[in-house]
């Protein structure tokens, strides 16, 4: 059974992923991860929310720097909606007057409700627009926050610099777990990480033997994952946003996606 190799770009963060490939594959160009058997409906959840969050993460590295905005805004009694779906439209409509006076803003709205309070939210991460128009186009309750992205990042003590992982799984969670669809509104304008094709591998590596560091990198992740088929492994990098602190990489064994937590 061949090993195929593919690398993913977004932003700072360059991900390289090694899994084995089935014999009957073709083209290994475009061949993937394969999901570990899958039994359950539950299995099955678990597998898909972990895609998603999978992505959500690296469209947030790939379209934004520490120069966009996090938002958080809520709503004053008068204003608050009546349902999920009400609420989901306010936003739409403030994003929409966002983008006529700023039509290169790239955007990327959540929408939850408060853990404590349970009142309906909204968190964003802006691009393009200034802090007087974020702050002046929302007319339906208060700002709670607007507040640059950190242009400095640790995770287990190592300085992983524009990675905004922790944020972007944050996030990903907020959506309620009963509604149905996208967990996130974009603009249309939103770039895509780059991935390159699958190339097969001769080498061999392992958790303990990643593969090179490209030139400007630095290591700070290597584990497998056992929503894929046995012999998956994951390694990351990210541009070096200064030396590392003397701390060694943590080296994981994880079963769920990402595990930084902001």
């Known amino acids: 059974m061949p090993n195929c190799k593919r690398i993913t770009r977004s932003g700072a963060v360059y991900e390289v ?7 009957t594959v073709r083209d290994l160009s475009k061949s993937k991860p394969e999901p570990a058997n899958i039994r359950t409906d ?3 959840e678990q597998y898909n929310r972990h895609k998603s969050e999978k992505h959500f993460v690296r469209v947030v590295n790939t379209n934004f720097t520490s120069r966009a905005y996090y938002v958080t805004l809520t709503y004053s009694n008068e204003h608050l909606p009546e349902s999920y779906s009400a609420a989901l439209r306010n936003i739409d409509n403030y994003t929409r007057r966002l983008k006529y006076s700023n039509p290169n803003a790239i955007i990327i709205s959540v929408t939850g409700y408060g853990s404590r309070s349970g009142r309906l939210h909204h968190h964003l991460i802006i691009s393009g627009v200034a802090e007087s128009d974020i702050t002046g186009k929302w007319i339906l309750g208060d700002i709670a926050k607007v507040e640059h992205l950190r242009k400095d990042n640790y995770y287990n003590g190592v300085n992983h610099g524009e990675d905004f992982t922790a944020l972007a799984v944050y ?3 907020h959506a309620p777990k009963e509604h149905k669809g996208k967990r996130w509104k974009q603009t249309k304008n939103i770039q895509q990480p780059v991935q390159g094709k699958a190339k097969p591998v001769k080498r061999a590596y392992s958790t303990e033997r990643p593969p090179k560091a490209p030139k400007g990198y630095m290591l700070v992740e290597a584990r497998t ?3 894929y088929k046995s012999g998956y492994m994951y390694f990351k990098y990210v541009r070096e946003a200064q030396k590392p602190l003397n701390i060694q990489p943590i080296f994981k064994n994880h079963g769920a996606g990402v595990s930084a937590r902001r």
């Open 17 to 23: 992923e090694l899994y084995p490939v089935s014999e």
């Open 42 to 44: 539950e299995e099955k």
């Open 171 to 173: 996030l990903h969670d």
């Open 225 to 227: 994952n056992n929503y």
